[in-house]
T-cell receptor, first 114, second 112 residues
Framework: DGGITQSPKYLFRKEGQNVTLSCEQN?????MYWYRQDPGQGLRLIYY???????QKGDIAEGYSVSREKKESFPLTVTSAQKNPTAFYLC?????????????FGEGSWLTVV | DAKTTQPPSMDCAEGRAANLPCNHS???????VYWYRQIHSQGPQYIIH???NNETNEMASLIITEDRKSSTLILPHATLRDTAVYYC?????????????FGSGTRLQVQP
């Protein structure tokens, strides 16, 4: 089945460590996104990528990094510079059709700093 | 992207229609209206979208006013599984430049 796969579902990180969240899609979508969601809050955009080897910062990019070496993959690294990384992270992808490009989401990854 | 305004919460009886309103008075001519919902601890689920005509699919109906300044998502026969936070978003079709901006949404509680 086509979709977006995020892994791991749950991740614990010690303070000062970097951690990478995986996101893979087999929908043949050009655009991919990373969002952060804190409890009871809406989604905030971290990074997005419109095409391979290109990405742009979103509203809260500080302390995060991404890469887009393949169309199917858009991993997110949460670095030690991110002061409050405990959150729910969502990866998404979309087409760029002219009829309204629907964004589809993965099931999310919970990151907890211990 | 245009700003949207939604009520923070709504209740609906099981089996009845749930009508969720959204105001987007600053919407521009090339912006679509999208609806998503999010069940606790899951990724948002796409429901429906439209430009200016009313739309219907297997999940819901979308009614957009003629001036496009507001819309209503209709779940015709709400079930307990429809309890979720519903997000109304407006966005240009030429996707790539900007991603979705999610607000706080409407928390719909379907009551048995």
């Amino acid at each position: 089945d086509g979709g977006i796969t995020q892994s791991p579902k749950y991740l614990f990180r010690k303070e000062g460590q970097n951690v990478t969240l995986s996101c893979e899609q087999n929908l043949n979508h050009d655009a991919m996104y990373w969002y952060r969601q804190d409890p009871g809050q809406g989604l905030r955009l971290i990074y997005y990528s419109q095409i391979v080897n290109d990405f742009q910062k979103g509203d809260i990019a500080e302390g995060y990094s991404v890469s887009r070496e393949k169309k199917e993959s858009f991993p997110l690294t949460v670095t030690s510079a991110q002061k409050n990384p405990t959150a729910f992270y969502l990866c998404a992808s979309s087409t760029t059709s002219v009829s309204g490009n629907t964004i589809y989401f993965g099931e999310g990854s919970w990151l907890t700093v211990v | 992207d245009a700003k949207t305004t939604q009520p923070p919460s709504m209740d609906c009886a099981e089996g009845r229609a749930a009508n969720l309103p959204c105001n987007h008075s600053t919407i521009s001519g090339n912006e679509y209206v999208y609806w998503y919902r999010q069940i606790h601890s899951q990724g948002p689920q796409y429901i429906i979208h439209g430009l200016k005509n009313n739309e219907t699919n297997e999940m819901a109906s979308l009614i957009i006013t003629e001036d496009r300044k507001s819309s209503t998502l209709i779940l015709p026969h709400a079930t307990l599984r429809d309890t979720a936070v519903y997000y109304c978003i407006v966005r240009v079709a030429s996707a790539g430049r900007r991603a979705l901006t999610f607000g706080s949404g409407t928390r719909l509680q379907v009551q048995p």
